[in-house]
């Protein structure tokens, strides 16, 4: 048996190749600075949520928006990248994952710094 499910490897697949698309296709200048940080694609591959870092926070929803509406845009150049049969439907969503990190960061250095002043 192979050591991975096939969803996780379409979805890493998936994810290099819809990073390249947003960096070298999409010509929006609405588009913030945007990392894909992962793709979750279901068991029957059928539909993929692609988790998206936008940089500056004041355009996060405009990012949003414009990749919203580029789907379809997305979608066709995967096709053209990705030979599989049924390619799965694609739903752009924000990965808060950096921030919660970094705020988790903060406070961890905070309570070390009051820990020290303490003492």
Known sequence: ???????????????????????????DPRLGFITVTGVDV?????????????LEAEKRDETMKVLASSTGFVKGELSRR????????????????????????????ELKEKGESSS
């Open 82 to 109: 990705i030979r599989i049969k049924f390619l799965p439907d694609i739903m752009f969503k924000l990965d808060t994952s950096i921030e919660y990190g970094a705020k988790i960061d903060r406070i961890l250095k």
């Open 42 to 54: 279901s068991d029957d591959l059928k539909h993929a949520r692609v988790y998206v870092s936008v």
């Open 1 to 27: 048996m192979l050591p991975f499910k096939r969803s996780q490897r379409v979805g890493d697949l998936m994810r290099e190749e819809i990073a390249d698309i947003i960096m070298r296709k999409l010509k």
